[in-house]
């Protein structure tokens, strides 16, 4: 772990540098504009979330099943 240290390359992020906002920021680093998105297919039935596909930009797909 990063001993509560922050700075450049820390895992932890100083307080002076966190603002609250309302609006979404992307964290990461940023896609080329010829390259697919990631794809989210969320499957229902009725009001239950039975599961989730994730199709990564590589063209893996995870499956997540969702058990009540």
Same mark, same amino acid.
Not at 41 to 57: L, M
């Given at each position: 772990? @990063? #001993? =509560?240290?922050? *700075?450049? *390359?820390?895992?932890?992020?100083? *307080?002076?540098?966190?603002?609250?906002? =309302?609006? #979404? &920021?992307? $964290? =990461?680093? &940023?896609?080329?504009?010829?390259?697919? #998105?990631?794809?989210?297919? &969320?499957?229902?039935? =009725?009001? #239950?979330?039975?599961?989730?596909? $994730? $199709?990564?930009?590589? *063209?893996?797909?995870?499956?997540?099943?969702? @058990?009540?």
């Amino acid at each position: 772990m @990063d #001993a =509560g240290q922050s *700075g450049a *390359g820390s895992l932890v992020v100083s *307080g002076t540098r966190v603002r609250v906002s =309302g609006e #979404a &920021v992307r $964290v =990461g680093p &940023v896609r080329p504009p010829d390259e697919p #998105a990631p794809k989210i297919e &969320v499957v229902r039935n =009725g009001d #239950a979330v039975q599961t989730i596909q $994730v $199709v990564c930009t590589c *063209g893996e797909r995870i499956c997540i099943r969702c @058990d009540y």
